[in-house]
């Protein structure tokens, strides 16, 4: 038995090394001949590298793994295996834990961009370097079965798939929230961490994370997030291979042109025009068609916690079109989808306008942190990020089957580029992640006006020229405002009611328009049930620019299908009350009207006036009551914090 055994094991080798030359024995050169792949894909058959079922692997048994560490060319690393980590994040899932050394591992550990990197065992294709852990003393690795992953070549586009993580039908912050300036802290932090893959027994993938262009700060909002990150240059195109083989470096492009946001790993396998690569997944979205770019490896550079691979990034080669949870599959020479945006940015003690185009990736669920970042990196780049600013915001996003929509905004003081990049995200997000219907972008472009300091304007105080008047009276609103870093100003701005304003209270909510906006959704909440609707709600917000009187009174109504239905009388809100509508919303106030005007710098705040509203009688013998004295104005309200609703007719 013994001598059969070692007879068949020198057979095999044999035939191996004649049929494919890149399985190289022991004694084989650092640098790995690569195998000649077949020039088409004819199913999972017998052209391919042959493989070795992770059932047949065995603790102690030792092989070789492929990858870049300097330049472009695969080099050979040993492998032992430690033991199988079976069924872990799924029934089907197993992973095989492997030790690594030669090429510097004991020093440096697995190093991120090692992710994909194929291993061999028994002479034979066994899966790739997926996963590791931070401080580790040794280089120990997790590594995703090759059966696991030849799959993803078999799948079709559209193939159902539950997304890790869930996709959300809303976006990252309330629409209210964000006109009233209630932006979460770790806002960007928050939605960049969904990039960053989940790995069993909390692992970390080994993808390694590269950026170009972007500025210190935002490279240290992507470390907090993200982990590893690594600026990266343009690569030559000699110095790439762009037509990859296993172990070669490749990437994977969220951002591409002036700014580039890529992740890095290796190929695994590869048959004619299939590639797979990485061992884990990138998003977790399933169908995807996002940039596939060559790479160069500059260096690996040890480091305490997790050691990673300096790159830069190549052109652009193809598309990945697949991202599940064995990794990720593509294909050379294939279109991925984008969507061009184009940032200009002017001011900021420059006198000449700069101009940034990027690329996106088309993903829905990211496209607006892109948008974002992208933002921000451009503030970076042209001028400055931090410190007390004005900025005006003109986003124009042209949408697929619906044209343009276009919003603007004002931000002034210390966290002025951050709340910017939430607003963009914001406005994207409910658009791309809408539940109610799928649009895309067919091109985004952002226009920046920056000054070196704050501009908005204090709206502190608020005084009628009367509050005892009669419905279509015209009334005066003298408005008190303090300047950024000045003396008060006053403003004024006058109002006709409504001929049919009812007798009662009458509130004037005056303020800037964010905060005017997310009055109005707090005493109208109407959500869209159709993107026409949503589309409406976004084209109708204001600008801190803009000041807006609403005109408020108390009266019953209801909020239906997105639509708002004031003054109904109390049989209809009976009759919808009866039937248990979902869709319907009681409301306890009525907006009778709106006015806008647009100034010559923000403002900030939001004042309440209170009128009384009295109707004039008939009197005996004709005519109409004449009141005996109106009652003269007086300041009726201090200002309240942006984006408070005052209470007025509630």
């Known amino acids: 038995m013994i001598r059969l055994s070692r007879l068949r094991r020198q057979t095999l080798a044999g035939l191996l090394l004649l049929a494919v030359p890149g399985v190289a024995s022991a004694q084989a050169p650092t640098q790995v001949p690569q195998p000649t792949m077949p020039v088409e894909r004819q199913g999972l058959g017998p052209k391919e590298l042959p493989i070795i079922s992770v059932d047949e692997v065995k603790a102690g048994q030792k092989g070789y793994g492929l990858s870049v560490f300097s330049g472009s060319e695969p080099e050979r690393f040993e492998v032992e295996v430690v033991g199988i980590l079976r069924n872990q994040n799924a029934v089907d899932m197993s992973y095989i834990l492997a030790r690594l ?71 990252p912050i309330p629409l209210t929230d964000l006109l009233s300036g209630k932006i979460p802290p770790d806002l960007f932090q928050r939605e960049l961490a969904k990039l960053r893959p989940r790995m069993p027994n909390d692992g970390v993938a080994s993808v390694q994370w590269t950026t170009s262009g972007f500025g210190e700060q935002s490279m240290g909002i992507l470390r907090q997030a993200l982990g590893s990150v690594s600026s990266a240059g343009k690569a030559r195109p000699e110095d790439t291979d762009n037509d990859l083989k296993l172990g070669s470096a490749v990437g994977i492009v969220l951002v591409d042109g002036d700014f580039r946001l890529a992740a890095i790993g290796t190929v695994t396998d590869r048959y004619g025009d299939q590639v797979l690569a990485f061992g884990h997944p990138f998003l977790g979205l399933g169908p995807i068609n996002v940039p596939m770019s060559s790479a160069e490896v500059v260096m690996v550079l040890s480091n305490q916690n997790s050691s990673f691979k300096i790159s830069n990034l190549g052109e652009e080669i193809g598309a990945f079109e697949q991202d599940r949870k064995a990794g990720i599959q593509g294909r050379l020479g294939l279109k991925p989808s984008t969507v061009p ?10 006198d000449k306008p700069r101009e940034f185009r990027m690329r996106l990736a088309d993903v829905p669920l990211y496209t607006p942190m892109l948008v974002s970042s992208s933002l921000v990196a451009g503030l970076e780049s042209a001028s400055y990020t931090s410190g007390s600013q004005g900025l005006d915001v003109t986003a124009r996003f042209r949408l697929k089957k619906y044209g343009d929509l276009e919003v603007k905004q004002s931000f002034d ?48 105080g608020a005084q009628a020229d009367r509050t005892v008047v009669r419905p279509g009276d015209r009334v005066g609103i003298n408005l008190d405002l303090a300047a950024y870093r000045g003396e008060r100003f006053r403003h004024s701005v006058s109002i006709d009611l409504p001929e049919d304003v009812p007798a009662g209270r009458y509130s004037l909510l005056i303020g800037d328009g964010a905060s005017a906006d997310g009055a109005r959704l707090t005493l109208e909440p109407a959500d869209p049930v159709n993107f026409p609707q949503l589309l409406k709600l976004l084209r109708s917000l204001h600008s801190r620019r803009d000041l807006v009187v609403l005109g408020v009174y108390g ?15 109390g049989s209809v809100r009976s009759l919808w009350g009866a039937a248990s509508s979902d869709s319907a919303v009681p409301l306890r106030a009525t907006i009778a009207q709106e006015k806008d005007e647009t100034l010559s710098m923000p403002i900030s705040g939001l004042v309440r006036v209170d009128l009384e509203v009295r109707r004039r009688e008939p009197v005996p013998g004709g005519g109409e ?26």
């Open 101 to 171: 050394t030669g090429k510097g591992l004991e020093k440096s550990g697995v190093a991120s961009g090692m992710s994909g990197s194929p291993v061999f065992l028994d002479g034979r294709l066994a899966g790739a370097v997926a996963f590791s852990w931070p401080f580790s003393h040794e280089a120990i690795a997790g590594i995703t079965p090759i059966e696991s992953m030849r799959r993803l070549s078999g799948l079709k586009g559209m193939e159902p798939v539950t997304p890790i993580p869930p996709v959300p039908a809303h976006a």
């Open 341 to 350: 945006m184009v940032l200009r940015l002017s001011g900021g003690g420059s």
């Open 413 to 460: 003081g210390d966290s002025a580029t951050s709340e910017a990049a939430a607003f963009l995200m914001a406005v994207a997000s409910y658009v791309s992640q809408s539940a109610i219907e799928k649009v895309g972008f067919e091109d985004i472009q952002v226009d920046v006006a920056q000054s070196l300091q704050p501009r908005a304007a204090t709206l502190v």
């Open 555 to 569: 009266g019953p109504g209801l909020s239906v299908a997105g639509e708002v239905m004031p003054r109904l009388p």
């Open 625 to 650: 009551e004449t009141p005996k004295q109106e009652e003269t104005g007086e300041t009726v309200s201090s200002a309240s914090s942006t984006g408070s609703t005052g209470g007025g007719g509630r």
